[in-house]
């Protein structure tokens, strides 16, 4: 009875920002200013790094819920529908009447793509919009996009600190600062992160350090585990002086990495929640990021999990 109790209903609580991607597809050449061009292709689809590595979480099997900020409009309609659909609990998400939901326009051309965001009602997020309620009904906190996230960046540390008192692991994966300041308290902030997981351009660009050896030396008096994202070189895996390496499982058609580092994510916490060691949780990580890379946008992989598993088998010989 009393285990009962104690048992909680969320695996995982995820904070973040919620957009759209309106992808533009087949454009033969970049717009100019003035004139007007057509696509050949366009997908409304769910957008976010915080959204897609909730998504693709659920999918793999935790149960997850979300807190973040809304619109009330078409495109947070959407997202919302997606983000049931995969089963991750919207029950902590707020819709505002005053602002809009963001939305990214991708114009992808050739191998290359350009991006407008506008961030709408995740820019006003803050800590105030996090019940306590969320936080105790989880086992792990993870957060991602902070610098997309202006009104909950000051109180990141507050959060974390929390979160950890309250009994939960925590991760962190801060994604790119659209304004490139890279301003984030590392120092008081990471004591409370139990996996912080930047790609590797992000951690030269947050610790100032020209390569990988660098930037980790600077963190390790301040880090537990952190997790380095490399693209198709793979992932690194850094704690307590023992570096591991994962290579990337060979995709020879990839068909976008969009979300690719978010499902990467996705991986590596479903297995540290199920209390794997490193070598495995790094190793689904770098299986289900290259998975993402087999169907396009972020999602796309990861409709069910009898498709994931079919696609780990059939493209990359890896049973699950
Ligand atoms: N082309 C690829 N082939 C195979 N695996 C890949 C490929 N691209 C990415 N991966 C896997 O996914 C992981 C995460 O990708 P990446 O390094 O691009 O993350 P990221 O830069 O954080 O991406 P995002 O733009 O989604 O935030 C890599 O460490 C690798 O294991
Ligand atoms: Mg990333």
Known sequence: MIAKQLEKEFDVLVVGE?????????????????????????????????????SNLSTLGSRVTFAGNL????????????????????????????????????????EDRAMVT???????????????????????????????QSGLAPDIV??????????????LDPQWDPAEKWELNLSELLPFVDVFMPNMTELKALTKCVDLASGLSKLQPIANKIVVKNGSNG???????????????????????????????????????LGKPDEECLRFGALTGAINTTRPGGTGAFENLAMVKAIAQSSFNYIF
């Open 235 to 273: 992932a690194y895996l850094w704690q307590e002086n023992t570096l591991i390496h994962q290579p990337s499982f060979l995709n020879q058609e990839v068909v976008d990495s969009i979300g690719a580092g978010d499902s990467f994510d996705a991986g590596f916490i479903h297995q540290f929640l």
């Open 158 to 171: 507050a959060l974390f600190k929390k979160a950890k008192q309250l009994g939960l692991s925590t991760s």
């Open 71 to 110: 619109g009330h409009d078409n495109f947070g309609d959407h997202i919302l529908s997606s983000l049931k659909a995969k089963g991750v609990s919207t029950i902590f998400i707020n819709r505002s009447v005053k602002q809009n939901t963001g939305a990214t326009i991708v114009l992808n051309f050739d």
């Open 18 to 54: 919620l957009n759209v991607d309106l992808i533009l597809n087949q454009i033969n050449k970049f717009p100019e200013m003035g004139k007007e061009m057509l696509a050949g292709h366009m997908t409304l689809t769910l957008g976010s790094s915080s959204a897609i590595f909730a």
């Open 118 to 148: 506008y961030p709408g009602a995740m820019k006003y997020l803050t800590i105030k919009d996090i019940p306590d309620q969320a936080l105790h009904q989880a086992k792990h906190l993870h957060l991602s996009s902070i610098f997309l």
